[in-house]
């Protein structure tokens, strides 16, 4: 088979994906081709570059850009298994293998594209979950920061500012050892977070 790019010999079929985004909507570009060791290189070169730089502004973008950038490893690897050699005017030398490591904007852009997904992931995960009044069970292992004048606001268990814990959801607020918040019709006992 000869690449439909160059028609050097030998070459083979290969599948690159790339994903852009513009925040609200997104590009799928998919090159399937028989190519040669030398345009397959610079195809994955295009495409993972694309990927990283353009791939990470929009959610569907994002998850697209990580499945189809490892994706195109394990095809350019498959490829470069296949055609180790490329014809040249003089005759076969080792294919050449293109490191996309040596596009420093594409690692540099995707460095703080996956900073920035990191962050949010982190802070979402780490959000305290949300008490309802409507649900008093919810108050229990629930962590307040006081913020004075009688104020309490809801905090991760793990963060600094986490003064109480609630340990229990009662009927009777004399059964509190310590100190409560209203859980609904109930009350929530609050103890010191150490």
Known sequence: MNCELCGNDPAQQVLLQSASSRVLWWNHRKINA???GICAERV????????????????????ATIWFTGANFLRINEH???????????????????????NRMAMVISGLALLVIFSIGSSILSAPTPVSEANPDSFISSCWE??????????????????YE??????D???CMDTYIKAGVQFACLRAKY
């Not at 994955?44 to 998850?63: D, K």
């Not at 609630?166 to 009927?171: E, L």
Request: aromatic residues 8%; proline residues 3%; negative net charge.
């Open 34 to 36: 028989t190519l040669c």
């Open 44 to 63: 994955f070169y295009e495409q993972q570059s694309r990927n990283l730089i353009q791939g990470w502004w929009g959610p569907l973008s994002a998850l």
């Open 80 to 102: 470069r298994r296949s055609i180790t050699e490329v014809g040249t005017e003089t005759g076969f030398v080792a294919r050449p293998h293109v490191k996309i490591s040596g």
């Open 146 to 163: 006081d913020m004075g004048s009688d104020d309490l606001k809801q905090v991760a268990c793990d963060s600094d500012s986490a003064d």
């Open 166 to 171: 609630t340990y229990q959801v009662v009927d």
């Open 173 to 175: 607020s004399s059964l």
